[in-house]
């Protein structure tokens, strides 16, 4: 099988090189950090010039690099590696999270030495780049960009795209390709499983065996079925809106009283490790977030396939989550847009009422407007997706984004239709 190329992730790394910043990429467990940096970048950099002396990849999840794990070592061997030559030495640290924190032979009453403190002594060397990845957990909880102190560039990582995805079919027809996609996803390895059944159990596996137990270790929860049942709420609503309060009385109705606080530290710890990603609604005549409800995203939709056992298989609710995804992939931050409508209700009484735009995608001053829909087959639901359009009345662009359409065309209001899979494999929406 031929190496996919994550070239959207390879240009970000090569812009970052020699920037006087520690490059930390971060991403969901096994969404392709290592690789990204071992069978991409590294070869990338020994063709243009770099060879293995000036390359130093410490893994510390091995045996064989443990003693690294202590940062004055660390330091130490780093400091000799660089100092060997004059010319450009390039510092790969992987699962950082397994480094140790060390008492301050110096100051043993004092704060303990840990491996930020290394990596920020690190940083001084000139003719040093350094790049780390780290378990999802480790990362997402901000602990080396909060402690780099603002002197790092992170480079998100996420499952492969629908393009990158549908590279590995070569010319196979689209549409199944697609359809595979919305069953399994995009998480690397499942290109190389062969069969269905394979396919499923890896998923299924991933997230018990690595995400789950993993939150549960760091964040020593005591109510693992309080954290399963939340997963499980989470999966089975995607796109839907919720909050702390209603998933709290949703549980106590089923005999699980829990507390929406105690909901809320969940639902964060599930953000930290890049399973799900909150989007708030956003006030587009107001200018100003709603606290909540808000919805929830999964980062690959085979992980929340595999979660409720590949039931649910809703089309309209997937296609929305693996838009999302792709405008996350795409660099955008994503809210969700509300705008309020007024009309006459059945007595005649004016009546106000909130319609949304599925998401209101932001990258620098680009701004856009998206619905996704699967099918219009009516006028009147055309009418009604378009309503959040029209109301708006700024000149941002908009475009829905369909699966019942294989031709791109702008409507006498000047909103794009799109289709599912030219959506994904294209720029001409941008």
């Known amino acids: 099988?031929?190496?996919?190329?994550?070239?959207?992730?390879?240009?970000?790394?090569?812009?970052?090189?020699?920037?006087?910043?520690?490059?930390?990429?971060?991403?969901?467990?096994?969404?392709?950090?290592?690789?990204?940096?071992?069978?991409?970048?590294i070869p990338y950099l020994k063709q243009h010039g770099a060879s293995d002396k000036e390359i130093m990849f410490i893994e510390l999840d091995k045996l064989s690099f443990i003693q690294y794990r202590n940062p004055l070592l660390l330091i130490e061997k780093v400091k000799e590696y660089a100092s060997s030559s004059d010319r450009k030495h390039y510092l790969f640290i992987d699962e950082i999270q397994n480094a140790d924190s060390i008492i301050n032979p110096y100051d043993k009453a004092g704060k303990k030495i840990n491996v930020f403190d290394a990596l920020n002594d690190l940083m001084g060397i000139k003719n040093l780049d350094i790049y780390v990845t780290g378990s999802n957990s480790v990362m997402l909880s901000n602990d080396v960009?909060?402690?780099?102190?603002?002197?790092?560039?992170?480079?998100?990582?996420?499952?492969?795209?629908?393009?990158?995805?549908?590279?590995?079919f070569g010319n196979a027809d689209s549409k199944k390709v697609f359809d595979e996609y919305c069953f399994f996803g995009g998480m690397p390895q499942i290109?190389?499983?062969k069969t269905d059944s394979e396919k499923m159990d890896y998923l299924k596996d991933l997230f018990e065996r690595t995400y789950l137990k993993d939150i549960l270790e760091r964040r020593k929860i005591k109510k693992a079925d309080i954290l399963s049942m939340i997963i499980n709420l989470l999966s089975s609503s995607i796109g839907s809106l919720t909050n702390p309060t209603k998933m709290a009385n949703s549980l106590s109705s089923k005999g699980y009283p829990i507390e929406s606080k105690t909901i809320s530290k969940y639902l964060s710890y599930l953000e930290e490790a890049y399973l799900f990603t909150e989007t708030k609604r956003y006030d587009i005549k107001g200018k100003s977030y709603f606290d909540?409800?808000?919805?929830?995203?999964?980062?690959?939709?085979?992980?929340?396939?595999a979660r409720i056992g590949f039931r649910q298989q809703e089309i309209t609710h997937i296609m929305e989550n693996i838009v999302f995804n792709e405008l996350k992939y795409r660099g955008y931050s994503v809210d969700i847009g509300v705008i309020e409508d007024r009309h006459l209700n059945c007595q005649g009484e004016p009546q106000k009422i909130q319609r949304e735009i599925d998401f209101i995608a932001n990258k620098g001053y680009q701004k856009i407007y998206i619905q996704s829909a699967f099918s219009l087959p009516t006028e009147e639901k055309i009418k009604s997706e378009k309503a959040g359009f029209l109301l708006a009345k700024?000149?941002?662009?908009?475009?829905?984004?369909?699966?019942d359409i294989n031709k791109t065309w702008i409507d006498d209001s000047g909103i794009m239709n799109i289709g599912i899979i030219d959506f994904l494999k294209?720029?001409?929406?941008?």
């Open 292 to 305: 909540y409800p808000s919805k929830y995203y999964c980062e690959d939709i085979g992980l929340r396939n």
């Open 191 to 193: 290109i190389s499983k």
């Open 1 to 41: 099988m031929s190496i996919i190329e994550r070239s959207v992730y390879l240009q970000k790394l090569i812009d970052y090189m020699w920037d006087g910043q520690v490059k930390v990429i971060t991403g969901i467990r096994r969404c392709g950090k290592s690789f990204l940096l071992k069978e991409i970048f």
């Open 145 to 168: 960009l909060t402690n780099f102190r603002g002197r790092s560039d992170e480079i998100r990582v996420h499952p492969l795209s629908f393009s990158e995805y549908s590279t590995a």
């Open 426 to 430: 294209g720029n001409e929406w941008e």
């Open 394 to 403: 700024d000149s941002f662009r908009k475009v829905i984004v369909r699966g």
